[in-house]
């Protein structure tokens, strides 16, 4: 017969006790909290709809000074410029008056004085680099200056400055 | 004896947040497109809106921009201007010429742009265009509205 275990006198004492039974987890679920996510685009939502403000969008028309110091013109002929002069007439936003020096028909809005100075530059005498001056008072409103340069540019004159009165 | 009534599961009632986020991040996304933050340079001003604007919307490196805007906005007529470089505080011109100098030593190929409210008299703006060619810049840039058709 086997000596059974714990039952010799020099022999170790194991005590076998069964593992005990845990407890069943309980099942959870996994679920992604979105609460926070919500929070967050909220806020940007409302951070954007708060802050934004539609506007027009500006743009620039460049313009070219001469150069100072620079040589002379190497063009020996005298070039006559195309002077154009706008004149205020009232406060409004129309209230002005275009004349283009040592011309008879006159143009009377900006649309119209870009068409002009077109068929200015097919006549003999006048081409693309022909320059145009604009020449106003110092009272004439800057929206009118920049119609009559816009005008200028819309026309594809390569030169355009502005003088005074 | 058997019932009449059907059973019915129970359901349980739900708020079905998948379109409300699809419509939220629709918006979000819109307003990230469209969004260009203001530029304290360019401070709020009254611009020209010319017909058929020729005024192109393009972004100029080595530029200074100068506002012309009136002191008193509601007697234009009246009213006089401040001249000021980017978001500062006004200035006299005499200073704006003294710092563009500084600017100009420092970038040789500066540009300026030249922001003035639509109302300001040309006298006024001319008086900057001085300053500018006094201290030898060549390229000076008028800002405008663009057109409809974005510079036609």
Same mark, same amino acid.
């Given at each position: 017969m086997p000596p059974s275990i714990g039952s010799g006198t020099d022999s170790p004492v194991v005590h076998f006790r069964p593992r005990r039974?845990?407890?069943?987890?309980?099942?959870t679920r996994l679920t992604l909290n979105l609460?926070?996510?919500?929070?967050?685009?909220?806020l940007l939502l409302i951070f954007f709809i708060a802050t934004t403000t539609f506007k027009r969008a500006e743009g620039i028309l460049p313009a070219q000074f001469p150069r100072q110091g620079s040589a002379a013109s190497e063009v020996a002929l005298p070039i006559t410029p195309i002077v154009v002069r706008v004149v205020q007439t009232g406060p409004g936003p129309t209230d002005y008056s275009i004349n283009v020096e040592n011309f008879v028909d006159q143009p009377t809005t900006f649309?119209?004085?870009?068409?002009?100075?077109?068929?200015?530059?097919?006549?003999?005498?006048?081409d693309d680099e022909t320059p145009v001056v604009i020449r106003t008072a110092p009272d004439v409103a800057w929206d009118h200056v920049v119609g009559c340069w816009n005008a200028a540019v819309r026309a594809a004159c390569k030169h355009v400055s502005f003088g005074l009165d | 004896?058997?019932?009449?009534?059907?059973?019915?599961?129970?359901?349980?009632?739900?708020?079905?947040?998948?379109?409300?986020?699809?419509?939220?991040?629709?918006?979000?996304?819109?307003?990230?497109?469209?969004? $260009?933050?203001?530029? +304290?340079?360019? *401070?709020?001003?009254?611009? @020209?809106? =010319?017909?058929?604007?020729?005024?192109?919307?393009?972004?100029l490196t080595d530029r200074v921009i100068i506002n012309v805007r009136l002191i008193d906005p509601d007697a234009p007529e $009246?009213?006089?201007? +401040?001249?000021? *470089?980017?978001?500062?505080? @006004?200035? =006299?011109?005499?200073e704006i010429a003294e710092r563009l100098m500084l600017h100009k030593r420092a970038v040789p190929r500066l540009k300026v742009v030249v922001r003035a409210d639509?109302?300001?008299?040309?006298?006024?703006?001319?008086?900057?265009?001085?300053i500018v060619a006094e201290n030898g810049i060549e390229m000076m840039n008028i800002v405008a509205h663009v057109g409809d058709a974005g510079g036609e």
């Open positions: 039974k845990r407890a069943p987890r309980e099942l609460a926070p996510m919500v929070d967050v685009v909220f649309i119209e004085l870009s068409a002009f100075l077109k068929q200015v530059r097919e006549n003999p005498g006048f | 004896m058997a019932s009449n009534t059907k059973y019915h599961p129970r359901q349980s009632l739900t708020f079905n947040m998948a379109p409300m986020i699809d419509v939220v991040f629709l918006l979000i996304i819109f307003f990230v497109l469209v969004s $260009t933050f203001a530029s +304290a340079e360019r *401070i709020p001003l009254e611009l @020209p809106d =010319p017909d058929h604007s020729q005024a192109l919307n393009t972004k $009246t009213s006089p201007v +401040a001249y000021s *470089i980017g978001p500062t505080r @006004p200035e =006299p011109l005499a639509r109302r300001v008299r040309y006298g006024d703006v001319r008086e900057v265009m001085q």
